[in-house]
């Protein structure tokens, strides 16, 4: 499981799986640089922008960060924020490529098989595209890949404060990436690993107190006004995130709304479960060892308190397996899984057009047209 890593193996099934997430990276670009051109997303980048201008809030301090960089550089935050998001995109996706092809066998191909792994989810659902659970999920991909030395561990480190300070998904992140510095032993590390959880997790326990206290702005006007001071658009930031976390009814009864009136609401469940179906018949197709499944377990049981509280179960979905898959992917990189061919082809063809059929959508239901948008 931790042994040294394996040779690279350029198969076929693979390179099928790498050319998928190329293709999501190019649509996920494309869809960050429309809303630009337009003005911005009122949730692909309005939530970035949240600020401290209608006092404290959940956050706030990350927007109010952006605004400063964007002051002190004279940038545009539009500009900067959508920089941001194409390049935490990039880093992400092609480490997921690169990991890909670092793969013993074939049968890999299951980890990014999934409707609901992030670049196929994102693809079929732009209100999901480009959201902060980006730094979370790069944070743990840089743990999982092999190589490099303790700068890369600092960097994720750094990766996961900065995230939950700018939103508490990122904090729910958190135990898949104390889980992954267990999974995956760094031995130069090996001396230092409770000090790094613990000067990592601080922060992070502080942003989680300081949104749990803060979860709603004395005014969502002012946040807004801060925007249009600096020539953002109103209409096309203020309308979305900024507005919601004002709304004194989000939570709870919003869910419970939203599962009423979805058309596909009852295909949930069964969907949830054909979801995760080719990540965990990977993990099902070896013995499973105690410390794999703890992790998977401290990986993505967290992320199930968001589903009573708040919408967008289509994110939810997309970054439990996500998390799952790059555990898979990082094992596999060392050898974890072995070299040998499990699935037959025919197995794998369904799950490839299970991946471009159908998906789960940003709010609770699901789709019928999956990665096959790219197209339509």
């Not at 949730?43 to 960060?65: H, S």
């Not at 018949?281 to 708040?310: C, D, E, H, M, T």
Request: proline share 6%.
């Amino acid at each position: 499981m931790t042994g040294a890593d394996i040779r690279p193996r350029r198969d076929g099934w693979l390179l099928v799986a790498a050319a998928l997430v190329a293709a999501g990276l190019f649509r996920q670009i494309f869809i960050l640089t429309a809303a630009h051109s337009v003005g911005g997303n009122a949730w692909m980048q309005g939530d970035w922008l949240i600020n401290l201008a209608g006092g404290p809030v959940r956050r706030g301090l990350f927007g109010t960060a952006i605004l400063g960089l964007a002051d002190a550089t004279g940038l545009s935050a539009l500009d900067l924020v959508v920089a941001i998001q194409v390049g935490l995109s990039v880093l992400l996706f092609g480490g997921v490529i690169l990991l890909l092809l670092k793969q013993p066998g074939p049968d890999m191909v299951l980890a990014v098989l999934s409707p609901g792994i992030f670049f196929i989810a994102w693809v079929i659902d732009p209100a999901s595209t480009g959201r902060k659970e980006l730094f979370g999920l790069l944070s743990l991909l840089m743990i999982a890949f092999p190589g490099g030395g303790a700068w890369r561990i600092g960097i994720s480190a750094a990766l996961i404060v900065i995230g939950a300070i700018g939103h508490e998904i990122n904090v729910l992140i958190m135990p898949a990436w104390i889980a992954a510095l267990f999974l995956f032993p760094r031995p130069e590390i090996d001396r230092w690993r409770g000090m790094i959880i613990a000067a990592t997790g601080l922060p992070v326990a502080l942003s989680a107190l300081y949104a749990a206290l803060n979860p709603q702005p004395e005014s969502n006007l002012s946040i807004c006004l801060a925007l249009t001071e600096r020539g953002l658009s109103r209409s096309n930031l203020c309308g979305g995130a900024i507005e919601w976390l004002a709304l004194p009814d989000n939570g709870p009864a919003s869910v419970a709304t939203a599962l009423s009136e979805s058309a596909t609401a009852a295909l949930v469940p069964l969907a949830w479960l054909l979801f995760v179906v080719p990540v965990a018949r990977l993990f099902l197709s070896i013995p499973l060892r105690r410390p794999v499944l703890l992790s998977l377990l401290a990986g993505v049981l967290p992320v199930l308190l968001l589903y009573p509280i708040a919408l967008d179960w289509g994110r939810w979905i997309a970054i439990q397996t996500t998390i799952a898959a790059i555990f898979a992917l990082g094992l596999g990189a060392r050898g974890y899984f072995g070299a040998a061919r499990r699935f037959p082809t025919l197995e794998l063809l369904i799950w490839l057009a299970c991946a471009l059929a159908w998906g789960p959508r940003h709010l609770p239901g699901v789709t019928v047209e999956g990665f096959l948008s790219l197209f339509l």
